[in-house]
């Protein structure tokens, strides 16, 4: 095993690829692992339009263009290197790479686990998970081009996934439990122009069919009689809960909703552990994903160099 590196960071969305360009940029030692492939939950946006200078954008594009940043600073993400253990070692840290493939070193860890889409918990929703049930428009929708879809919350993630199917499907319904739409009062015009139907007040009871998808039982929120709604596709998007695996294992502290406590330095329960971007709990956007990303780097410069 080699020399211990300065920071080994887990998540490669905005938050982790901020912190590993300023790590580099302040000379420490950095890795960045992340279990699957760079640009976390950003990646599967449909459009990113609130991130400044870059107007309108498809998540993709930007989070491509973040690691093509980090390779002009010769920073390599390491795709499908799931960090599997983080256990204490001396005045450091060693990471468990994808169940001992590897072992690294680090004086200190950043966590940019991030989120994953929460699940409706309905019958019919595992089982027809890939069969026209989905979590991501980007990854899956272009298979639904003529076919009817409907999206499941009315947030900013299910309006900007309803006007995207607005341009390839016959028919787009947008489902909201709540009386009101959540989602910023910019894209109340852009659904309505876009066609899109709006279902507010109603909760999906069950997702139908036999081989595929082929419709929805809703009921009302106030009560009333179940009513079934024809569709080829399902696209859940009514929240994220925290990746917290990790933080659970090393006993960091919590809040009541499983995110990870930390201060606005990034500093969590454990000294040397560092949390950045969607697993804190802050306002889930790029921009504060970065920023915290910045913030956790600075921060375990000074931890590193015993300037705190």
């Not at 302040?26 to 640009?39: H, M, N, P, T």
């Not at 450091?92 to 001992?100: C, H, P, S, V, Y």
């Not at 899956?140 to 003529?146: I, L, R, T, V």
């Not at 499941?152 to 709540?178: H, P, R, T, W, Y």
Request: aromatic share 8%; proline share 2%.
């Amino acid at each position: 095993m080699g020399k211990a590196i300065d920071i080994a960071i887990v998540g490669a969305g905005p938050a982790g690829m901020t912190a590993a360009l300023y790590a580099k940029r302040k000379a420490l030692k950095v890795r960045i692992f992340d279990s699957g492939a760079a640009g976390g939950q950003t990646a599967l946006a449909v459009w990113v339009e609130n991130y400044l200078g870059f107007g309108r954008i498809k998540g993709f594009d930007l989070t491509q263009k973040m690691a093509k940043h980090l390779e002009d600073f010769d920073i390599e993400i390491e795709e499908a290197a799931e960090v599997t253990g983080i256990s204490k070692k001396g005045k450091g840290f060693e990471l468990d790479i994808n169940n001992g493939e590897e072992r690294v070193e680090a004086k200190a860890v950043v966590l940019a686990t991030g989120s994953k889409h929460k699940m409706l918990n309905v019958p019919g929703e595992k089982e027809f998970y890939g069969k026209g049930v989905s979590y991501c428009a980007t990854c899956d929708g272009p298979a639904f081009k003529g076919k009817r879809v409907a999206v499941i919350g009315a947030g900013n993630s299910g309006a900007n996934a309803s006007l995207f199917f607005a341009g390839i499907s016959s028919k787009v319904f947008l489902i909201e439990f709540d009386e009101k739409p959540a989602f910023d009062a910019i894209y109340s015009k852009h659904v309505k122009e876009a066609g899109v139907e709006m279902f507010l007040g109603k909760q999906v009871v069950a997702i139908e069919g036999k081989k595929m998808v082929s419709g929805l039982k809703l009921k009302g929120r106030a009560g009333g009689k179940d009513e079934s709604l024809a569709v080829d596709g399902v696209f859940v998007y009514i929240g994220m809960t925290p990746r917290n695996g990790l933080a659970k294992k090393l006993g960091l502290k919590l809040d009541e909703k499983g995110f990870v406590k930390a201060n606005g330095l990034g500093e969590s329960s454990q000294p040397g552990i560092f949390i950045a971007g969607d697993a804190t709990g802050e306002l889930a956007q790029v921009v504060v994903a970065a920023g915290s990303g910045a913030i956790a780097a600075t921060t375990v410069f000074e931890f590193v160099k015993g300037l705190r």
